[in-house]
Structures are given as C-alpha cells and as structure tokens.
C-alpha cells in the first residue's frame, strides 16, 4: 500500500511539526558544559491515520503496513531458538492469568512462553549473513536474497552476540553472566556445595544517609564474587574457514565483557586488525580476572575507558587488549573521568558519571575519524593511531538518555547518534513520549566540531504493547543523498533522508503489529536493519531474519536505487563503515538527475534534453551541459543540488 | 537490550522440524587458503543445516542434534527475584516523588526530568511485575505482604496523594527499605516544601534514592548465581545506565543552583 507521507494536515500534526526543542549543549575537548539552548527542527508525528496505528498482533501472523518497503521473506529462528509455539499458542488461546497471588509458592503457575532466544546484530562476508543471537550465531547463506539458506546454527550462549567478521575470523561479544569458554548452555550457577544467598540479603544493605547525595553506595558486608575460570566476558573469536565447522580460537577477557565491539581495519596496517570493545557490564573482581578493578578512584579502574585489542591475522590466537585508551579524560590535567567535570558546578558534584564506558563505537578509517556513543556522551574520536584514539569533541544533550549508537554520513559532514532511552524493552514509541526522546539526534560534523541539527524520529505511533526506541541502522547507498535505514524494535523499520541535516523526514517503511497478541506482551522487534548489497536485512529479535527491498517511490526513484545497486561490498561489518565511492557512469549521474528534478533545481526542459543525450550518448551536447551544471551550480538552493550538479557534471564530462 | 520475555526451553521447531542430521557427515571440504579473503569458493554446501558447539579456544567443536535447546530452563535465582521484588518497591517510591511534583515545583528543567523519571519507572514496574509473573514467582512469598506488595508496585496515576503517603508508611513499617529509599520524615519533608525548596530535596532526596538503585545492581552481581537470566541482566543494565545518567543531570542542577 502507499501511504502518504506529505498528507500532514490536521493542526496537531502541524503545530508538531513546528515544535522545535531544546538543544544540545557542546563539551569541548575540554569540559565546559556550555549552557546555550538553540532550537533545532524535531520531525513530527504522524496521526491515527498512519497506517502502521493499531496493527493486529501475533508472532508470525501480525498484520503488517509498508510504504516503499517490501517484505522478500522472512526467515524463522531455527530450532535451537526457535520460540515455543506450542505454549505461545496455548497461552494466546487461554485468558490472560492473573499474577501469582502474593504467598503462593514459586514456579507453579503458568509461565510466560519462550520465544527463543534474541536475536541481535548482523555481519556480513560473501554470501554470508551471520546473524548474532544472545545464545550463539547462526550463518546463512544469502545467495539468493528470497531464499535465504540457513548453513550453520552455533549454539554458545553469552549475549549480546554482537557479531564482526573478517576473512575468516568470527568475532563474538560476550557480556551476560553466563557465558562460558567452553559455550556450554548451563551458564554459571552456584557451584555445587555453596550456600545461595538468602533471599533477603538485598534487604540487609543499610539505606544511604538521608541527603547525603554525594555519598557512594552503601555496601552490604558480604563475601565475595568466587571467581570461575570458566567463565568469559569479552570477545570470543572464532576460525570460520569450515564454515559448517567453526572453531573457537581464543577468548580475550575484559573487564566489563563486550556489550559491543567494533572491527577496526587500519589502512597502514596490513598485519593485524583492531577491536574497540564497548563493555557495560558491572565490572568482575580481581581475583576471577587480574587487574579489574571498579574502583573510581583506582588510576587502573576499568571504568572511564574502552578496550582495544589487537588481532594478528597471521596468528589470532595471540590476539590481546593492548590499551585502555582515556578517551574521557582531561589532556590537560589527566584527569581520567574528565568530560562530566568542570570548573563551573560547584564543589561535589561529580562523584559520579555518567560516562563511565561506551555503548558502541562507529569507526570510518577512511576518514580517520570514530564516533563513541558513551552512554552520557557523544564522542568524536581521531583514531589515526587506532591503539591510542584521541578525543576530538564530546557533546551531551538534556535530550538524552543513554547515547547509543551512530552513523556518519558518506561525506563524513554529518553524524547521525540514536538514543536507546529505556534500553529498547520498552514501549518509548507512544503517543506521549516526546519525539525528540528516544530519537536519533543529527549532528553537523566540521573541523571535528559537532553542532546539533535535528532530531528523527519514527513517526507513528506505538502501542504500549511494543517495545520501541531508536535502535541499529545503516546508510543506503544512493548517491547524493544521505539515507539511513534503521532499526525502531517493534516501531519496525524507517527508512529516511537526512540530506538535509536540519529537516530530516522519512521516505519509507516497514511495521508489524505487536508480537504479543490480545494485551499479551512479548519483546522483540528490529534490532538491525542493514542495507547489504541491494537488500535491506533485518534481524527481527523474536521473529528471525527478514529480508526487505526498497521500492521506487515518490521520494526514491528506479534510477536512484539502481545507482545504490551498483555498490557491492566483499564484506559489511556496518560499524566499521566503509566509504562508499560510486562508478562514474550514467547509472549513477541519472540518480543525480531524478533529484535534481526533484527539488526543480533542474527545469523539466532540462532534464528531458539530458536524458536524451544520455540515451543518445551525444557527448559533445552533454559536454555543453556539463559547463553549464556548474556554473548553476553556484546558484544552487541548497549545498546537496551543488555537490549534484557538480558529481552530474564531473560524469557527463567524461563520458 | 532486554526483552520482556523468557528464554527457556523450546519445544517447537526441533528434529521433527528440521532436515535429518545427514548434512553433518558431508560438512564442507576444507578450506585451505586461510588468509584474509574468505575462502567460500572451497566450503561445499551441506546437504541441510548443522547445528554445532564450539569447544572452548582450542578443543573440538561438536555437532549436536538440530534444535539441542540452546538455552535449558533454569529457575530464576534467589537473588534475582529478590531483587526485583525489592526494585519494584523502590521504583514505586520514586514515582510517587515525581507525582509530587507539579504542584510544588516551577523549574521547568526539573519538571521535564522528573516526567523522564515518571515514565521510566512506572514502565520498568510493570516489566518487572511481568518479569516475575512470567516465571511463576508471586510478588511476595508471604500471604500476609499481600496488601502491600500488591499496592506498591501498582500504577499510581490517578491516585489521591494522601492515600499514597499513607501507604508509603505502611510500606516503610512493613518492609524492608531498600537501598537509598527516603525515609518517612524525608518523604514528609518533601510533601510540606514548595518552590527551590522542593526542588532542593527532591534533587537530593532522587539522587540519594538512585544511587541506592546503583547499589542494588551491584549487589545483585557481587552475588554468586545471580543474573543468570538475560532479560533480568539487560534490564539491570539499563538501571544502571538510566540513573547514573539522571544522577548526573540531577548533580549538574545541584550545581547550577548553588550560582
């Protein structure tokens, strides 16, 4: 179906369209938490007309609204996490149960059913999906983008399976509690012969003093955390040679385990291949592994940092953390947990911060530029020496709530950070969270200077039945325009132009209705939404794999996704974000035509006598076009139909 | 991120559904050029899926029967349910200091946040409340908490306020507190102020009442065995990142109302 993403007329929808929010403020490479408040454009939110509103639930029967998206297929979870159909079945068909009446003993009444285990991140190499999940991988084999072929389960639990591949090395984050090196599914429970906790042992921590707020938490006399050799937290890497067979290498520890980790290839070095690890988990005691320590005060915590391990690629197995960069500190005075400090906030008012680690790291070599969504911060990194990153700029936003993720556009002159307010359980789409919450925030990028733009969000709203907040996205690599498609949990898939950083809107979509049916809520969604070599791959956490295609629409034409087809990549890992070079030929000059016509930066006349020298191959006629595309283009109405004039004109000329 | 449902044990789609295991014996032919291009011209195509588990660095991966459940029920720890039993209290504590807030505070700053905080804790109440639900577990083991463990996880929009700090005594009498939840003389201190003056304790008063929360997950994972579960260890995650960011804001506004 379409559905018309310009029909935004009824007044609410207008005043929200005008409904410009507070910003940002920027911490420079110093610290200063400037206080300034500039307004920038929030996308508003569509109306009850919108047809993703009120879907019909289900697992694999929800009902279902697209604008410019197709669904190819999806691709259930196989067996080892597949959801329980049976018991979703039969606990759909019964009603609702009320909770265990308080008193009863546990585990008796019905429980919720399983669906499986979540799926998380996607890589790519070849003709190879691998599909990360919180209890191992699994590899499909994606010749045929409508037949997907599932090739391998990996059955190895310790979520978040955050996957990065290169050649034939598999990298796996680790973070849950129980993981194990050996990928055992029993996880880590009590060793037999020890004393469980009672239950009550969280009572008996003494409450904090009563307005002491800058006291650290009070700690309950209590002994510690034995250490397990079996456990691993941190990065497993696996040989993938036999792709049926794959084989653990080694397990690199870590501190704070791997929420995220991010491959970093470095131009200049052909020998080894880089990790920065993003970890969130609470911090492990010295005495399970060596050196940790949470201490805040500690110069050696593990807290205020990221961890960067080196690969050889000749020898994997020797891969090690080789630095615990202070990318928060001060230059000046060393300060290790600077970028929340500062002169100006009065005495005891940082013995805590926000920023204490990274949720996930985007590098673009090309550029030699990172961006770190740090929990409190957004952060712009020059990883040139990628052992010894250097921060650049840091910004944080009253906006925010957990800094998550980003995107740098291909020309590197924007930024793209998401928000993952509520941690992506929740229902953050609804019609009373505000837009500009739980958004994408859009950054201009110059001189490695950061300056907010806008705020994105997925416009319809959401049920509280659906977990919804900004979540993984890729760009779509359609010359002359910045596109991203991105992940919103249940809200779906958003396809959308931030071009222009200031205004961007969306051009197409993808929704299910909730996965719990009748009231009954289940947590799933889109986790990633990655655009691989002319398809859109989606890994949905309860569903499986989806596979979407974009579709020509009134924002996006044959020839502009014909020009995004023609980009093909040998391997896709989306947070080491390749730099997309497009060939200079008329598959990609008649997608700068379409949005020159577009935007009528083009006359209709101009367009049709262009065309026609295109279809006629009259290269002298498109030699005198070309002279005149740039000399227009000084007159251009906006910077995007310049650069296009300029790439049209660079094309023809040579043709 | 955390999903709001349980990861056990899965019954469907298992042998019956998947292709016999045959596909194992014929697993790819070998790859052997292990530099950094992937070889997939060499790996053969199996005749279905195989499902395997890696040894750990260095031993053998073993094949295992497709569907082998990759994640076996396992009963949620005591320190888990404890522990989201007492978050749901405290959660509730902190909702009814925000709903305090539109009559006795002016700062508009404060106001966003503590309509930030509103939102989040009533949401996470109702996921904990269903956490446990979905595993079987009642709000309390004892008939007697009944009453209370029902109330003080339950909604509070659209409640009379002097019916909610009625309650918050009783709770406070009957229950343990938690970490870093106020007592009833700050409680009632908070009720009685209006303008800087509420802002002063409920900034101090919600700092104190989040890092308790902060302790609270820490002592969850200083305990052995707990946090098995992934829902409950997403969620705690984002406990964790969620208030100390708001910690930070909140100290920020501290110190902006000290100039």
Known sequence: MIFSLASLSSRRTLQRAFAFSLCCSTLGAGVALAQTAPTVFVNPRTGADDPRV?????????????????????????????????????????????????????????????????????????????????????????????????????????????????????????????????????????????????????????????????????????????????????????????????KQIVDVQTCRGSHTHTLLVDPKDKDNVYLYVSGSAPVRAGEELNGCTGKEDDPNTALFTIVVIKVPIAHPELAKVVNSPRIFSDPQTGEINALWKGGNHGEGTQTTSATRGCHDITVFSSLGLAAGACSGNGILLDISDPVHPKRLDAVTDPNYAFWHSANFANDGKT??????????????????????????????????????????????????????????????????RNILVQSW??????????????????????????????????????????????????????????????????????????????????????????KIVWPQNFITARAYIDQLARSNALTPEKVTALNAAIDKKKTKELKVIATSLDKDASTAATPADADRMHALAEIIKQK | MPLSTYHGPSKSGRASKMRSGLGLASAALFCLSVTAGFCQQTTATPEGPVTVQPG??????????????AAPFRSPSDADIAFMRGMIMHHGQAVEMTTLMPSRSHNQDLLELGKRISISQTDEMGFMKRWLADRGIPLSDKPAMDHMAGMTGMDHSGMDHSKMAGMDHMAMDSMPAMPGMLTPQQMDALRKATGPEFDHLFLTGMIQHHTGALSMVKQLFDT????????????????????????????????????
């Open chain 1, 54 to 246: 009120g879907l019909k639930g289900g697992l694999y029967d929800a009902g279902v609204a697209s604008s410019g998206l197709e669904l190819v297929v999806t691709t259930p979870k196989p067996g080892s996490f597949a959801p329980d159909l049976e018991a979703i079945a039969a606990a759909n068909a019964a009603p609702v149960p009320p909770p265990p009446a308080p008193g009863a003993p546990r585990g008796t009444g019905p429980r919720g059913p399983s669906y499986g285990g979540t799926n998380s991140d996607l890589a790519f190499s070849g003709k190879y999906l691998f599909s990360g999940n919180y209890l191992g991988i699994n590899f499909y084999d994606i010749s045929d983008p409508a037949k997907i072929k599932l090739v391998t389960s990996v059955v190895c639990p310790g979520g978040q399976g955050d996957v990065s591949v290169y050649g034939h090395l598999l990298f796996m984050s680790v973070e849950a509690a129980n993981g194990r090196l050996d990928c055992g599914t029993q996880g880590l429970p009590v060793a037999p012969g020890q004393t469980p906790p009672s239950a009550d042992v969280l009572a008996n921590v003494p409450p904090t003093v009563p307005g002491a707020a800058a006291t650290p938490p009070a700690r309950a006399q209590r002994p510690p955390d034995p250490a397990s050799p079996d456990r691993i937290k941190g990065v497993r890497i696996f040989d993938i040679s036999d792709i049926t067979k794959p």
């Open chain 1, 415 to 480: 930024l793209l950070f998401t928000d993952e307010w509520g941690g992506g359980g929740q229902a953050r789409c609804r019609d009373s969270d505000p837009m500009n919450w739980g958004a994408d925030a859009i950054f201009k990028l110059d001189k490695g200077k950061l300056t907010l733009a806008s705020y994105y969000k997925m416009p319809a709203p959401q049920s509280e039945f659906e977990n919804c907040v900004a979540h993984n996205g890729s760009l779509v690599p359609v010359p002359g």
């Open chain 1, 489 to 578: 949990y249940q809200g779906g898939v958003s396809v959308m132009d931030f071009t222009d950083a200031t205004h961007p809107y969306e051009i197409a979509f993808f929704d299910r209705g909730p996965i719990g049916v009748g009231g009954r809520r289940a947590g799933g969604g889109q986790w990633s939404s990655y655009y691989y070599n002319g398809y859109i791959f989606g890994s949905e956490m309860a569903r499986g794999i989806d596979v979407l295609k974009l579709l020509p629409s009134k924002y996006l034409t044959q020839n502009e996704l014909d020009a995004a087809a023609q980009v093909h990549l040998a391997e896709l890992n989306v947070q080491n974000q390749p």
């Open chain 2, 56 to 69: 750990a660095p260095g031993q053998q991966t073993k094949v295992l029967p497709p569907g082998t459940p």
């Open chain 2, 224 to 259: 052995p065995g707990a946090g098995q579960d992934p829902v409950l260890f997403d969620f705690t995650s984002d406990v964790d990142n969620t208030q100390q960011a708001e910690i930070d804001i909140m100290r920020h506004m501290l110190a902006k109302e000290k100039q």
